[in-house]
């Protein structure tokens, strides 16, 4: 499976230097949703094995489709560069199929906010039951708020975030072709690179082809 990934040049060097590159630590996109990347976490391990090395904390994120099939590769945008670096780096890998686990980006934003993912019928539900529950307890605005039965059936539809086939005209409308599907993968390997684009805040300054 071709995939792309935008990371730090010191993430890019480690690989090189190690023959392997991985996420030992959280990084500051956790932060303020760790319940959802440690459900994530959990998913892969359900999914696709646990993690080979015990140092490894949370995955890495590359793209499959950044907007769809026909426009895959993610942009080299200056906003992808850390406050405090100069330069990032895009990595094109061949990685094997059953390492990788694949998600809908549009329905991932749904779990990041506390939300359900269901079809129209379904959310009437939802809301019908978080009504009656904010009338008499006040405003919920995280998932934490709500009581723990009305949690878990929230959560239990997250995993339609791995249906990339699923269409529903309220939450998932387009064809698999057209979307933005993410993945998540516990680590690098060297042999996987094919091409690593060093990019700064003006442009591509360095291309370098591994196959």
Same mark, same amino acid.
């Given at each position: 499976?071709? @995939?792309?990934?935008?990371?730090? *040049?010191?993430?890019?060097?480690?690989?090189?230097? +190690?023959?392997?590159?991985?996420?030992?630590?959280?990084?500051?996109?956790?932060?303020?949703? %760790?319940?959802?990347?440690?459900?994530? #976490?959990?998913?892969?391990?359900?999914?696709?094995?646990? /993690?080979?090395?015990?140092?490894? =904390?949370?995955? *890495?994120? @590359?793209?499959?489709?950044? +907007?769809?099939?026909?426009?895959?590769?993610?942009?080299?945008? /200056? =906003?992808?560069?850390?406050? =405090?670096?100069?330069?990032? @780096?895009?990595?094109?890998?061949? #990685?094997?199929?059953?390492? *990788?686990?694949?998600?809908?980006?549009?329905?991932?934003?749904?779990?990041? +906010?506390?939300?359900?993912?269901?079809?129209?019928?379904?959310?009437?539900?939802?809301?019908?039951?978080?009504?009656?529950?904010? =009338?008499?307890?006040?405003?919920?605005?995280?998932?934490?708020?709500?009581?723990?039965?009305?949690?878990?059936?929230? @959560?239990?539809?997250?995993?339609? #975030?791995?249906?990339?086939?699923?269409?529903?005209?309220?939450?998932?409308?387009?064809?698999? %072709? +057209?979307?933005?599907?993410?993945?998540?993968?516990?680590?690098?390997?060297?042999?996987?690179?094919?091409?690593?684009?060093?990019?700064?805040?003006?442009?591509?300054?360095?291309?370098?082809?591994?196959?």
């Amino acid at each position: 499976m071709k @995939v792309y990934t935008i990371q730090t *040049v010191a993430f890019y060097e480690e690989l090189m230097r +190690n023959g392997i590159a991985y996420c030992a630590r959280e990084g500051y996109w956790c932060r303020n949703n %760790r319940f959802q990347y440690d459900w994530m #976490v959990g998913q892969m391990r359900k999914r696709i094995g646990e /993690p080979p090395l015990a140092e490894i =904390k949370y995955p *890495v994120w @590359v793209w499959q489709q950044y +907007n769809s099939k026909k426009d895959p590769i993610p942009p080299m945008s /200056p =906003k992808e560069i850390p406050n =405090k670096e100069n330069e990032a @780096v895009m990595l094109e890998l061949e #990685v094997p199929d059953d390492m *990788v686990l694949l998600s809908d980006l549009d329905l991932w934003i749904h779990p990041l +906010n506390g939300w359900e993912i269901c079809g129209k019928k379904e959310s009437k539900l939802f809301d019908k039951e978080k009504e009656a529950y904010e =009338k008499e307890h006040g405003k919920c605005k995280q998932l934490s708020d709500w009581p723990q039965t009305l949690q878990h059936k929230i @959560v239990a539809t997250w995993e339609r #975030v791995f249906d990339l086939d699923w269409i529903d005209p309220y939450q998932a409308p387009s064809k698999r %072709r +057209n979307r933005s599907i993410q993945g998540t993968i516990w680590f690098l390997r060297k042999e996987w690179l094919c091409t690593a684009h060093i990019f700064n805040r003006q442009s591509e300054i360095k291309r370098i082809h591994f196959c």
